[in-house]
């Protein structure tokens, strides 16, 4: 009797067991089948992050996805890099929602998390604001998180009928870095005759002789370019990335852009390869690798040359190399520090102190120099001299800090093949009269606004810039042999020319300026101020400081009219 109460007692034990594991089972299906149906998938996870931040796919190194729960919600978590920006997100696995974001910037090896105290939305209200427009009249061509210079910023361009807009937004307070308005030079489709973005990827598609099957699209998106209605193309192959500017209006190839991709397959048999590129940098700098951190390190061509690309920073400086690809030696560099701010002029060490600390710096003496350049500047805000000089053999280009002396950026590239000594050169005034003498013109019919030695893609040549009251005209004339090494004619958009005698003043467009930023002329500290051409139509380009702010304006030379301005904070 005991044995079968006993008996009993197990076979119920057993049912019992069963019947759960069949529940939980059941509980587990509808689980299941819940996450199944109900859950966005890790694909459109990555896509609502990608588009959040305002970035193409394409951009970013996905680092890692993962399914979790996050304070008892079932979320995605995203993290992907773009350039020195890591973003991490967390999206809601029933609907797509961004339940968390973060954005974090990688400096030397450490990261900071930025506040998400401004959305991206509300970036875009306070571009929007400051224009004094609201979204119904704007279209939007770019939106996305950034990073300028170790600030975290949001870029938001648009345009309405007339003016293009681009605004940096510090995503930490809302605050406007810097701003950019620019007056179109057609209004855009009043009569709807712009072509499809279909059709303009089809254009840039025939150009390079592909088809849509052989390529992968990352950006197809209308834009203006210097107020020229385009559609901006991109997309790549196995070994090249493509960047077409598709006039809109017309179809043609405004501008092209052909890349080769890194890692793809190059005649690599006889070429240094990048590590040795990296290290032949290094050294160069007197820089440990476990001192630098590595922002770019790849194959290119430079004027047909084979060269390595390696760009890197320490905690104080920023280095560009180019890297001969065949023999490892020095092709060009640039030296920045990473600095900012600047200080009274009365600090200033003055031109003739920076020519010095350059030449210092260089190693050289100012009776083995040509000087071309030596003037005051602002670099991001920093008070700097540009200084710029060149040997036979190479050309030197400088920024010193106008206040410390000490070297901010340089800039060292040999000579194609050396140059003549400057004693055979043929001068500028000989050069003015080889130019006019091409032209048809003679002096007193034209007016010179430049005429100065230089260097084209290391041919020494004399710039010689001029105009009428029809046309503009610039030469590069050969400073040796005084034969035309390039020439361009552009003839003044039209009601634009006119006599030479209808255009206003220097003196008159810097009061345009200064008294449209609401100072007077004697209040701020002019940087530039040249008679320039910007396709066809006559400028006068004007840059002034006032309390560490800086203004750029350009003003029609024949109307006063504002063309466009810039005001940057740093």
């Not at 951009?59 to 973003?87: H, L």
């Not at 180019?322 to 031109?351: C, F």
């Amino acid at each position: 009797m005991n044995k079968n109460k006993k008996a009993k007692k197990v076979f119920l034990t057993l049912i019992c067991a069963a019947l759960l594991a069949i529940s939980a089972l059941a509980v587990t299906g509808c689980l299941s089948d819940n996450n199944k149906d109900y859950s966005i998938g890790t694909n459109n996870a990555l896509s609502i992050a990608f588009a959040d931040a305002g970035i193409q796919g394409v951009d970013a190194k996905v680092v890692n996805t993962e399914y979790d729960a996050e304070t008892g919600m079932k979320v995605y978590e995203i993290s992907f890099v773009v350039d020195n920006t890591e973003y991490v997100y967390w999206i809601l696995a029933e609907d797509g929602t961004v339940v968390r974001k973060e954005m974090r910037l990688v400096t030397n090896g450490n990261e900071t998390i930025v506040p998400s105290n401004v959305t991206l939305d509300q970036a875009k209200n306070i571009a929007l604001a400051d224009a004094g427009l609201t979204a119904a009249e704007v279209t939007f061509t770019k939106a996305r998180l950034d990073n300028d210079n170790g600030v975290a910023v949001y870029d938001i361009e648009f345009f309405t009928s007339t003016h293009e807009y681009d605004y940096e937004i510090t995503a930490a307070d809302g605050t406007i870095r810097s701003k950019e308005i620019d007056g179109l030079i057609i209004d855009p489709d009043p009569s709807g005759s712009y072509m499809s973005v279909e059709a303009a990827k089809q254009a840039a598609l025939a150009d390079a002789g592909l088809t849509e099957a052989e390529v992968t699209f990352r950006k197809a998106q209308f834009d203006f370019d210097d107020g020229i209605a385009v559609y901006d193309i991109e997309f790549f192959t196995s070994t090249h990335k493509y960047e077409y500017e598709i006039n809109a209006l017309t179809g043609n190839v405004h501008k092209k852009e052909k890349e080769l991709i890194t890692g793809s397959s190059v005649p690599s048999e006889n070429y240094i390869g990048v590590e040795a590129a990296k290290q032949a940098a290094l050294a160069d700098a007197g820089i440990a690798e476990a001192e630098a951190t590595f922002q770019k390190a790849q194959f290119d061509f430079d004027d047909g040359i084979a060269v390595y690309d390696i760009e890197f920073f320490t905690s104080t400086h920023e280095y560009e190399y180019e890297i001969n690809a065949v023999n490892g030696s020095i092709y060009s560099r640039e030296i920045e520090m990473i600095s900012g701010g600047s200080a009274p002029s009365e600090d200033y060490i003055g031109v003739e102190a920076a020519k010095q600390a350059a030449l210092a710096d260089a190693g050289l003496t100012e009776a083995e120099v040509a000087f071309k350049k030596a003037q005051f500047d602002f670099d991001d805000g920093l008070a700097v001299y540009d200084i710029e000089f060149f040997t036979s053999t190479h050309e030197y280009d400088y920024e010193i800090n106008a206040v410390t002396g000490s070297v901010h950026s340089k800039d060292i590239e040999v000579i194609s093949g050396g140059s003549a000594p400057s004693e055979n050169y043929i001068g500028v005034e000989a050069a003015k009269q080889a130019a006019l003498a091409d032209a048809g013109l003679t002096e007193a019919e034209i007016t010179f606004r430049k005429a100065q030695f230089d260097f084209g893609d290391g041919i020494a040549v004399y710039d010689i810039e001029f105009f009428t009251s029809t046309h503009e005209y610039e030469y590069e004339i050969n400073a040796v042999t005084g034969k035309v090494h390039s020439k361009e004619a552009e003839r003044f958009t039209s009601g634009q020319g006119g006599n030479n005698g209808n255009i206003i003043s220097l003196d008159e467009a810097k009061a345009i300026a200064s008294e449209h930023a609401g100072f007077d002329v004697s209040e701020v500290i002019f940087t530039e101020a040249e008679f320039d051409s910007d396709d066809g139509l006559m400028i006068y380009e004007i840059e002034f400081f006032v309390n560490g702010v800086e203004y750029e304006y350009e003003i029609n030379a024949s109307t006063g009219d504002i063309i466009k301005y810039e005001v940057d904070r740093d």
